[in-house]
Nanobody, 117 residues
Framework: QVQVVESGGGLVETGGSLILSCTVS????????IAWYRQAPGKQRDLVAS???????TYADSVKGRFTISRDNGKNTVYLQMESLKPEDTAVYYC???????????WGQGTQVTVSS
């Protein structure tokens, strides 16, 4: 069973920074397609950033220039570095992992990010 664990959330002031981590347990099929999503109260879950097995990276327009996704293959971990945080970035951040773009996703439990104004 693949396990996905997020960490690094917390409370930060506007303009502050946080680094989220997503660690995926080792499995037969390498879960190299990783995406960060976020869900604010009463809203749908939206894609924030993704990195493919070929290291192709995408960002939501709302976070471009402020968030950076990266991976450490040796640690099976993907990071989401978040800078210049805004109150509208407040949400539960989820990590999803899958072996191919058309495979089922495995989800973590989420980590809360709160940006105070």
């Amino acid at each position: 069973q693949v396990q996905v664990v997020e960490s690094g959330g917390g409370l930060v002031e506007t303009g502050g920074s946080l680094i989220l981590s997503c660690t995926v347990s080792r499995s037969k099929a390498r879960m190299n397609n990783i995406a960060w999503y976020r869900q604010a109260p009463g809203k749908q879950r939206d894609l924030v950033a993704s990195i493919s097995s070929a290291d192709s990276i995408t960002y939501a327009d709302s976070v471009k220039g402020r968030f950076t996704i990266s991976r450490d293959n040796g640690k099976n971990t993907v990071y989401l570095q978040m800078e210049s945080l805004k109150p509208e970035d407040t949400a539960v951040y989820y990590c999803s992992a899958r072996s191919t773009p058309w495979s089922p996703s495995y989800w973590g439990q989420g980590t809360q990010v709160t940006v105070s104004s």
